[in-house]
C-alpha cells in the first residue's frame, strides 16, 4: 500500500489522502501510517544485526592488520549494537500491538526459520564488544557485555535448535521441495555460542569453572554440527531433484556456509584454549582437531561458495529482486572470513593470511551493498516493512 492509493469517499468522488507527517519529510512514503511499520515486523530482521556485527568483529581477527582498519571495524560493530537495541525496541511494540502475527511467524515453515537469527545476532553484538569494545566501553564493561549478550543468545539458540525442529515434525506441513538454506537458522546458534564463548574461557579463573565452560563449548559445538550433517543433504537433494526455486530464496544457499566457517573458527578457538585447561593428551588432541577438522571443512566451504555465487550469478542474469534473504550474503560470508583467520593463526600460511583478507574485501562489498538497499527499502520507502 502507499500513500498514493485513491480511495472513494462518502459521495463516491475518489480521493488521494494526504501522506502522513514522516512521508513529508521523504520516510516511509510506502506506508500509509507509520505505525504500519511494526505489523509485520518478524525475526528474519535480525540478520541485518547479524551482517553488519560480523563486518565489525571479523575486522578484529584479520591476520593482515592495516592503518584504520581496527577503527572501521569497532565502527560498524557500533553501527550492529545500535540497530540491535532500535530492532528489539520495534520488535516489543510488534509482540504488543500485533501478539497474533508475532505468534503466528513461529508456525510458518518458512519465517519460523529465522527465530535463529534473534540469538546470532544478539551474541554477535556481544563478541563485537569482546574483541573491540574495550576501546568504548572499557575492557571490564566490554567483558561483561559480552557476558550477558552471548548467556542471552545462548538460552535463545538453545530453544531454538529443538523448537523449531519439533514444530516442523508436529505442526508445519512440509513439502518433498520445501528445504531450503534456511533450515541452519534454528540450529546454526550453537555453534556461535562455541566460537563465542571460547573467546570467554580465556577470562575465567582456572579450576573447575573453566574447564566446564570449555567442555559445554564443546557440547554446543556438536549440536551444531550434526544438526547441519542432518539438514545439509536434504538441501542439496532439493537444490539437485527439485531446482533452485523462487529467486527471491537463491541467497539462502549461502547460509549453508554459516555453519561450516563458524565451526572452523569455534574448533581452532577453542584449541587455543585448551591448553592449560584439559590435561594431556586431551589439549595437543584439541588443537590438532582444529587443524585436521578446520582445513577439509574449509574446502567444502570454498566449493559451496564457487557453487552458491554460480547459482547466484545466472538467477540475477534473469532477476534477482531484493529481499531480506540478500543478507545471506553477509553473516555466512563473515563465518568463512573468521574461520580462514584462524587457520591462518594456526599454520602461518600466507595463503590463509592473503585468502582471509580478500574474503572480508568481498563481505565488506556484500554487507555496503545490502546494507544500502535495506535502508532505502524501509527507511526510505517502508515497503519492506510489509
Not at 98 to 111: D, F, L, Y
Not at 126 to 146: M, P, R
Not at 163 to 189: C, K, N, S, Y
Request: net charge positive.
Amino acid at each position: 500500500m502507499t500513500t498514493t492509493m485513491e480511495r472513494p469517499d462518502s459521495t463516491g468522488r475518489h480521493e488521494v489522502p494526504e501522506p502522513h507527517g514522516l512521508a513529508r519529510f521523504g520516510l516511509l512514503r510506502d506506508l500509509e501510517r507509520p505505525g504500519d511499520m511494526f505489523a509485520n515486523l518478524g525475526p528474519n530482521w535480525y540478520s541485518s544485526i547479524m551482517g553488519t556485527g560480523i563486518v565489525g568483529g571479523a575486522a578484529a581477527t584479520l591476520p593482515i592488520q592495516f592503518p584504520g582498519l581496527r577503527v572501521f571495524g569497532t565502527v560498524v560493530w557500533g553501527l550492529a549494537a545500535v540497530l540491535l537495541v532500535l530492532l528489539t525496541g520495534a520488535w516489543a511494540v510488534h509482540w504488543t500491538r500485533h501478539t497474533a502475527t508475532a505468534r503466528g511467524h513461529a508456525s510458518n515453515p518458512v519465517m519460523g526459520q529465522f527465530w535463529g537469527a534473534v540469538a546470532m545476532g544478539v551474541m554477535t553484538v556481544g563478541a563485537g564488544a569482546g574483541s573491540l569494545g574495550g576501546a568504548v566501553l572499557g575492557t571490564s564493561t566490554a567483558i561483561t557485555v559480552d557476558w550477558v549478550l552471548w548467556s542471552v543468545g545462548t538460552v535463545i539458540g538453545l530453544i531454538t535448535t529443538a523448537w523449531i525442529p519439533h514444530r516442523m515434525i508436529t505442526q508445519h506441513e512440509i513439502a518433498p521441495d520445501a528445504a531450503f538454506g534456511g533450515w541452519l537458522m534454528p540450529v546454526v546458534p550453537p555453534m556461535v555460542s562455541a566460537a563465542n564463548g571460547a573467546l570467554l574461557v580465556g577470562h575465567l579463573p582456572a579450576g573447575t569453572g573453566k574447564e566446564t565452560m570449555l567442555l559445554a563449548c564443546y557440547a554446543m559445538f556438536g549440536v551444531s554440527l550434526f544438526a547441519t550433517l542432518a539438514i545439509l543433504p536434504q538441501i542439496w537433494n532439493r537444490l539437485v531433484v527439485h531446482g533452485t526455486g523462487p529467486a527471491a530464496t537463491v541467497p539462502t544457499m549461502w547460509i549453508v556456509l554459516g555453519p561450516l566457517g563458524q565451526s572452523v573458527t569455534a574448533a581452532n578457538l577453542l584449541g587455543n584454549q585448551a591448553r592449560g585447561v584439559l590435561p594431556e593428551p586431551y589439549a595437543t588432541g584439541a588443537e590438532v582437531f582444529g587443524l585436521l577438522y578446520g582445513v577439509p571443512t574449509w574446502g567444502f566451504a570454498m566449493v559451496w561458495m564457487a557453487l552458491a555465487a554460480a547459482v547466484t550469478i545466472r538467477t540475477a542474469r534473469r532477476k534477482l529482486p531484493f529481499a531480506l534473504t540478500w543478507w545471506s550474503f553477509t553473516f555466512p560470508v563473515g563465518t568463512v572470513v573468521t574461520g580462514t583467520s584462524a587457520l591462518a593463526a594456526r599454520m602461518h600460511l600466507p595463503a590463509f593470511a592473503w585468502g582471509a583478507l580478500a574474503l572480508y574485501v568481498l563481505l565488506v562489498a556484500a554487507w555496503a551493498t545490502v546494507a544500502a538497499r535495506t535502508a532505502h527499502g524501509s527507511v526510505i520507502r517502508g515497503h519492506l516493512f510489509a
